[in-house]
């Protein structure tokens, strides 16, 4: 089978490593890839958000299915794009219609869609310049600290969590004024959850679904999760509060329901879906819905799954998901992200990358990089991923963070506590 796999980040890597090791594959594109990939296929110079570039790509290279990593492609409806072109009908899909990823797209229409089917979740206003005082009253309702969401797709970096009032009021004009450009035309104004953020992953058909290892990332830049919010700085798997009965929970309440109200409101639907949840106390609340794996989540999530990830996205895009079974690694993986100086604000590219030879017993996703002749540079915020397997959390991190202090770029970063939390 020839896959061609969409995205250039450390989840596409990530992907892309799991993907090469199934026997069915005959030969893996990742468009546009990223050096880290050429280990694992072949790299092809094609944006995800050029439709017919991708199609073109698609028919040159005989390709039998499209796995589509990022959300942009999915939102601006790639998958519709092959459904309805008679020359790629043959070639399966795995992700969701522009109808489906609104769940990613819209976060005004993913909280109705959850209030449509009592998936529980923060209470929450949609916002726009039309409904301005009544977003302030509903502001002045709520305890701080204050989340504002930009509805739109933002690169991660739409949501603001603010500890006064006043602030909050001057960031919901600034948003709805063109802060995160059009994502923020709508703010979604939240009650804020305290508790303890879980992603959980189901790829499913659209009627049954296949749950994969749970996963905590770590947001914030800095250690004890302070400073601003960036794609995710370091992640782990499992997560020991995520046990049997939370998952039950977690399986009643949140994905049975999603996926009953995809069906019942005729959003087709066949990808991934992923679920930022909030644990308080005990009860799993849905903070944020994506239609494809996270990143860095993906780093940690991939090594843990067992058996043939073709075989079972081949059963999705073709409906018959109920017929798979995959099996879970019961070690821990931990993924310690490596940044540029000065992310998720400005920071340099072009700077030399050196250590990666000389890493062990760990595997190195890149995201951020570029090659400039034989040598391999920054090209990113998030640069690297450095994920290690480990009997318990504690030997996966000290594995994973060894590592990582054997690669060096200049004004290289990394949080030192990713997992802390948990060990404690």
Not at 6 to 33: F, M, N, T
């Amino acid at each position: 089978m020839n896959i061609l796999l969409l995205g250039s980040g450390g989840r596409e890597c990530a992907i892309a490593w799991k993907l090469s090791q199934s026997p069915r594959l005959d030969h893996l594109y990742i468009a546009p890839g990223n050096p880290g990939t050429t280990a694992f296929g072949t790299n092809l110079p094609v944006s995800p958000n050029d439709f017919e570039a991708v199609a073109q790509a698609a028919l040159e290279h005989e390709i039998n299915m499209l796995v589509v990593g990022n959300e942009d492609p999915l939102v601006a409806g790639i998958a519709d794009h092959f459904h309805d072109t008679p020359l790629l009908q043959h070639i399966m899909v795995v992700g969701p219609s522009r109808l489906g990823a609104q769940l990613e797209g819209s976060k005004a229409f993913a909280k109705e869609f959850m209030q449509r089917h009592g998936i529980p979740t923060a209470a929450h206003l949609t916002v726009t310049h039309d409904n301005v005082a009544e977003g302030i009253a509903f502001l002045q309702s709520l305890q701080p600290p204050f989340v504002l969401k930009a509805s739109g797709l933002a690169a991660g970096k739409g949501v603001l969590i603010i500890d006064t009032l006043d602030e909050a009021k001057a960031q919901l004009t600034a948003m709805l004024d063109g802060k995160f450009g059009s994502a923020s035309q709508q703010v979604v104004i939240e009650q804020y959850l305290t508790g303890v953020e879980c992603s959980v992953f189901v790829l499913t058909d659209g009627h049954d679904y296949l749950l994969l290892p749970e996963a905590k990332d770590y947001k914030r830049v800095g250690v004890g999760d302070s400073g601003l919010n960036t794609g995710g700085m370091g992640s782990v798997s499992p997560v020991p509060f995520a046990d049997a009965d939370f998952m039950q929970r977690v399986r009643q309440r949140i994905i049975e329901p999603t996926i009953a109200g995809l069906q019942s409101e005729e959003l087709p639907y066949c990808g991934f879906i992923f679920f930022g949840l909030m644990n308080v106390d005990g009860d799993p609340y849905v903070i944020e819905y994506n239609v494809r794996m996270g990143d860095p989540e993906t780093q940690s999530v991939m090594p843990r799954i067992q058996g043939d990830l073709v075989d079972a996205l081949e059963a999705a895009a073709t409906g018959h998901l109920a017929d798979i079974n995959i099996g879970i690694d019961p070690r821990t993986c931990a993924t310690v992200i490596l940044t540029a100086g000065g992310y998720p604000e400005a920071y340099h590219k072009g700077d030399a990358i050196t250590g990666i030879d000389s890493t062990h017993d760990c595997i190195v996703f890149q995201a951020g990089t570029k090659l400039q002749g034989d040598m391999l540079t920054t090209n990113g915020g998030r640069v690297l991923a450095v994920t290690a397997y480990g009997d318990t959390m504690q030997d996966a991190l000290r594995l994973a963070y060894d590592n990582v202090r054997s690669i060096h770029f200049d004004n290289a970063y990394y949080r030192s506590d990713i997992g802390k939390d948990i060990l404690n």
